[in-house]
């Protein structure tokens, strides 16, 4: 088939070059020009498992107008933002208002979209994948644009690993307001998985069902995630090993489900989790549900990242060593900060503290580069150029840390519980039972 993208972004670009790969011909309109520079010069700036094997063998073309794309396309994706405000993505305190996501972006290129169906002889189709809250579509899209099909597609993937993600799903999910539409996208994905080694299953329900899936799919995964760092604090506390429990926990696959997403370290984080819990809690009080349940999962995940902060600063109490987190993305081996528990726990150590900003610092060498104050990274290894101790902490599981010689007297806090025994140096894996 011919497919079109509006919007080449994080997700878009890596989504498209994946579709590509399965044998389908690809455009696509960005705003942002850059976007064209990095199919032309096969690079893109941040780390997407996959993505640049693809891109070094592209055929996609960027178009400088919409109705190229839609008139052209089989089926057109639409890719754009719904962006929360930076207090919402999890990296600083819960605030106290809660707000929608910001439509604009993703309303403005429906509309587009809807131009262009305007000078065609059938109304082309549109698959919207961008996150809305229940009732979006039905409430902004709907009324307002006559000229498209639509059907509300959104993808289950995380940065990082989206083209993996994308061609590899549990399922495939249809909000259906269209069956011209529905049926053609239904034979596009029925394309895409024929070969999968285990069959792909397509839920096609209504758009305002397939809003709510999309939503809570992510925020039951900050629910598995709560649940297993409570864990943590409990076993780091009674001598129980956290790993253990988890592991033991998952065997009970026919009540508990899969043990996916349910392991000890640090809080949700990323583009979609933190801000869709934040989301739904203003849903829920807009609707005045009889608990507000999103809240209290953003609430504990910043109370386990604030009693992580304690630990840190109990220590440096006792040891007066300055702190040094390593790890800045929001998961391994990524660059991408949005939503990062590191960070959070960064902010809620300052806030929390009143300790001066110098005796705490962050160091992410896929953030960073190369070179940051006195860390070097070299040929996979990290070389510390200064030999003082100091308390660090894990902040992402990047296994780049599992290679550095931390300096004689150092002490590591370990919420991944991965990092080896060395000589001189005191590891703390958090939870471990020991």
Known sequence: MKIGFLGLGKLGLPCALAI??????????????????????????????????????????????????????????????????????????????????????????????????????????????????????????????????????????????????FLNPEFVLLGVDDAIAAERVTRFYEGIYKDSKTPVPLAAVSV???????????????????????AMELCHYTGADVDDVIDTLSLGYRRITSASYMRAGMGDGGGCHPRDNIALSAISRKYNISYDWWESLMLAREKQTEWLAEILFSHHKLTAFPIVILGKSFKPETNLTVGSPSILLYNLFLESTNIHAK??????????????????????????????????????KHEIFKTIQFPKGSIIFDPFRYILDQNDVTVIRIGEGK
Not at 209 to 216: C, G, I, M, N, S
Request: charged share 30%; hydrophobic share 40%; aromatic share 10%.
């Open 20 to 165: 590509e790969s399965k044998g389908h011909e690809v455009k696509g309109y960005e705003l942002d020009p850059k976007v064209a520079g990095y199919i032309k010069n096969r690079k893109i700036p941040y780390r997407e498992e996959g993505a640049e094997e693809l891109l070094a063998k592209t055929k996609i073309e960027v178009v400088d107008h919409v109705e190229r794309v839609v008139s052209w396309a089989d089926i057109t994706f639409i890719a754009v933002q719904t962006p929360h405000d930076e207090k919402y993505e999890g990296i600083t305190r819960l605030p106290d208002e809660r707000i929608d996501f910001d439509y604009n972006a993703l309303v403005k290129a429906i509309g587009m979209c809807d131009t262009a169906g305007k000078a065609m002889e059938e109304k082309p189709i549109v698959s919207v994948i961008s996150t809305v809250l229940p009732g979006t579509m039905d409430r902004l899209v709907f009324p307002e644009f006559k000229n498209i099909r639509i059907v509300y597609n959104p993808f289950f993937i995380a940065m990082g690993t989206t083209v993996y993600d």
């Open 208 to 230: 305002r069902t397939a809003e709510a899936v999309k939503v809570l799919y992510n925020t039951y995964i900050t629910q598995k995630i709560v649940f297993a760092n409570a």
């Open 359 to 396: 005796c705490i610092s962050m160091y992410d060498p896929h953030v960073d580069g190369s070179f940051h104050k006195d860390y070097r990274v070299s040929h996979e290894t990290m070389l510390i150029m200064d030999s003082d101790p100091k308390i660090w902490f894990i902040g992402t």
